[in-house]
């Protein structure tokens, strides 16, 4: 049974206990009418308090845990963390509120930190948008729109698209194609706006590109992430791992259906510099997921099963229903690390957030709870994988996907029965950039219909002052058409599975194709397919 | 038409809720969705059918039950804010838990007794005036309405010993009895009445504030 202080998300069977709580108590600060948060009362009449405070929230962070407690933000910054009030009259204050601090209300809401998608194609600009209502806050990109292109080459569109983003209130770090035998195209796109590597097969995921693209990775400090070669043309899995050559890389949609070594590549999963990542289509597995794969895959990689030959033949070896259901058991064990979407590519960047947790239920209605308190620690480990994991894998984790103090206050509010579905609000730098609001013409802000959408952050050059441009350092200085503040990519080539926080496991994976059977360690690894999804059905209009 | 922003969200309720309504003839139990935009036309509906304002919020209570719903949904659907255009114009209707409350929340009662904190000392007031006074928690209760009597000095540094956000109410000709608690922190009083703006321990604080009190008619100094 969960704890009496234990709060439910949404329709799941997760919960949520605070660990320490500093917001409730006979000083707790309440907006409003007759209420504490009154100059000289719950609000010191001097300066020195923070520019905004997020009160009252209950804080899920996959490094400061599951607190109650309230959030200081100066400057776009977390600068503190802990009782907010006045400590004129008020003892423990660790959030000093003002006259000049603006309060945003999160008693009964969970405060987590802005969600990551470090695998985004923008086929579209609408994928932003879809992107912030599901409380994404930095999207590590791909493409120009509906361009084949699997990186963000070349530095027209590069130049093109930082002038884009300036309109739009996300973090961005965009990848660039390194799918090149040769550097000289790669390192003239990344110094240009570059903040990382991609390699894909589609447009080439040989032994010369792999060699090619970490030596560059390695000379800037940034990230590869690759989608190995699914055909085992030039490749097999074992050598794409000899070609990395024990140096770090990203590697994408790590189950296979989404591309790579078939059908082995979750062997890949486990290894101690291979950092990877799920996509949201197959993660939980579910009944559907391997049908819909045959149609997706088809769909998006140009294929005609049934009129071309091979291409059947090929998609049967990618699709492996068998491979989807090991998946979501390494997720829960930590041996996955991230979970991203394949934005319009084979995926949906509105479900990242959302998948991430319907896994966490899944597996926990399967295999039972973890000791306690409440579900905290497998709800960690799973909001890791959508905040602070893919900001270390990218170099972005000085700057975002924690609310730990110095970062950007990039924050979702949620209220604990919509979580991961419909969020209240998307601060960006503190500042309100998407969320739910009602009709304009409305007495209150809430007057249905209710949707979720801009706010004041995400207009006119608002997303300049809140937003960042990632850079890789040879870019850093690059004349760019962006007003953004720019940020460095760093601390990308040193890391192992050890830095992959709550998610740390390593071992054996292997694949057995003719038994149809995935192990790890030795140990089947084997999900049922999700009989109830959370964070769905009860709410969607579909 | 020519139709506003605020005509055509009512579209969108309208479209929402007829969604919810062919599924429902289908024998099909609401999510979350689907449930606010049905109960949020038909509320609407009953304003346009010419209902006065206590019959159409009732109305919001009586269009879903727990049995037309998702498992979940009931709790999922706590608050629904909506605005009905009336014969005296548009009226927001406010409903609390509508599947799983029969009827609108009542104001309750006035004169509840709250709960004090403990350690409370207790101070009588006296409201001498001809307007209520209501006082709250964090507000220091030497320097309320100077028409309200009490021994200031004993309020000295004291706020009222009672949870954040409740409200104490002293009527006119009404003497109450409360409980107060020293302020804690770094004991700064800025604003409030105007009578201490400092620091409440600082020598002489306390005797000049009491002047201060005495010159502007402040009832009890």
């Keep these: 049974m969960p704890d009496a202080a234990a709060v439910r998300l949404g329709d799941s069977d997760l919960w949520v206990a605070p660990e320490s709580d500093d917001v409730s108590g006979p000083d707790e600060i309440i907006a409003g009418w007759g209420n504490t948060m009154r100059d000289g009362l719950g609000v010191r009449a001097e300066r020195a308090g923070v520019d905004v405070a997020v009160v009252g929230g209950l804080v899920l962070d996959p490094v400061l845990g599951v607190r109650a407690t309230s959030i200081g933000i100066s400057d776009g910054r977390i600068v503190c963390l802990g009782r907010a009030g006045n400590p004129d009259t008020m003892d423990g204050i660790g959030v000093v509120l003002d006259t000049g601090t603006a309060v945003y209300d999160a008693r009964g809401l969970v405060v987590t930190p802005g969600g990551i998608d470090c695998h985004v194609h923008l086929l579209s600009p609408q994928v932003c948008d879809a992107a912030l209502a599901a409380g994404l806050t930095t999207l590590v990109t791909q493409d120009f729109g509906p361009v084949w292109n699997l990186g963000t080459n070349p530095s027209e569109a590069e130049a093109m698209m930082w002038a884009a983003f300036d309109a739009i209130p996300v973090n961005v770090a965009m990848l660039v194609r390194a799918s090149s035998a040769l550097p000289g195209p790669v390192e003239h796109a990344l110094a240009r706006g570059g903040a990382g590597l991609k390699i894909h097969e589609d447009v080439g995921a040989g032994p010369e590109q792999i060699r090619c693209a970490l030596d560059i990775a390695d000379r800037h400090d940034v990230q590869l992430a690759i989608h190995t070669d699914g055909l085992n043309e030039a490749l097999s899995l074992e050598d794409t791992y000899a070609a990395f050559a024990g140096r770090t890389v990203h590697a994408y949609h790590i189950e296979g259906a989404g591309g790579g070594h078939a059908p082995n590549l979750l062997e890949l999963a486990g290894r101690d510099r291979v950092l990877t990542s799920s996509t949201t289509p197959t993660v939980p597995f579910g009944a559907g997921a391997e049908a819909e794969h045959l149609a997706m895959t088809a769909a998006v990689h140009v294929l005609e099963p049934g009129a071309r030959v091979g291409d059947a033949e090929i998609l049967r070896h990618r699709v492996r229903g068998w491979t989807m259901a090991a998946e979501s058991m390494l997720h829960d064990l930590g041996v996955i690390h991230m979970l991203s979407s394949d934005s319009q590519g084979m995926g949906r960047i509105g479900e990242v957030v959302r998948r991430a947790f319907q896994c966490a239920d899944a597996i926990k209605a399967q295999d039972g709870a973890e000791p306690g308190p409440a579900d905290n620690e497998r709800v960690l480990r799973y909001l890791a994988k959508v905040t602070i994991n893919p900001a270390i894998t990218h170099g972005l984790a000085a700057d975002v996907g924690s609310l730990e103090v110095g970062k950007l206050a990039d924050l979702v509010l949620w209220a604990p029965e919509l979580f991961a579905v419909r969020p209240e609000l998307i601060l960006k730098a503190g500042m309100p950039a998407w969320g739910s609001s009602g009709d304009g013409d409305g007495s209150t802000m809430m007057a249905e219909p209710v949707t979720v959408g801009p706010q004041f952050a995400a207009i006119g050059s608002a997303p300049v002052q809140t937003s960042l441009a990632f850079l890789a350092g040879a870019s850093l200085e690059a004349a760019l058409p962006t007003r953004r503040r720019r940020a460095r990519v760093q601390c990308c080539r040193d890391l192992t599975a050890a830095d992959m926080v709550r998610n740390t496991r390593t071992g054996t994976v292997s694949v057995d194709a003719a038994a149809r059977e995935v192990h790890l360690d030795g140990e089947r690894m084997r999900a049922r397919p999700v009989e109830r999804l959370a964070f769905s059905g009860s709410y969607l209009l579909g | ?221």
């Design chain 2, 1 to 221: 038409m020519r139709l506003l922003p605020r005509e055509q969200n009512r579209l969108q309720v309208f479209a929402a809720a007829e969604l919810a309504r062919r599924r429902r003839a289908r024998g099909l139990l609401l999510s979350q969705a689907e449930a606010v935009a049905l109960i949020s036309d038909e509320v609407m509906e009953a304003a346009r059918d010419g209902l006065d304002y206590a019959a159409v919020e009732q109305r919001g209570y009586e269009i879903l039950h727990p049995a037309d719903v998702l498992e979940d949904v009931p709790r999922l659907v706590g608050r629904i804010e909506l605005e009905a255009l009336f014969a005296d114009g548009h009226r927001l209707i406010v409903l609390h838990d509508p599947i799983t409350n029969g009827r609108p929340l009542s104001l309750g009662a006035d004169t509840a007794e709250p709960q004090w904190l403990e350690d409370g000392t207790p101070l009588q007031l006296a409201n001498t005036s001809d307007v209520p006074i209501a006082l709250t928690s964090h507000f220091h209760v030497f320097e309320v309405n100077r028409r309200l009597k009490l021994d200031r000095r004993a309020a000295w540094g004291m706020r009222l010993a009672v949870a954040p956000g409740v409200k104490v109410v002293i009527e006119p000709g009404e003497t109450r009895e409360v409980r107060v608690v020293p302020f804690g922190g770094a004991r700064i009083v800025r604003g409030h009445g105007g009578l201490v703006d400092g620091p409440l321990d600082a020598p002489g604080a306390l005797d000049a504030a009491m002047a201060r009190a005495r010159e502007r008619g402040y009832e009890g100094a």
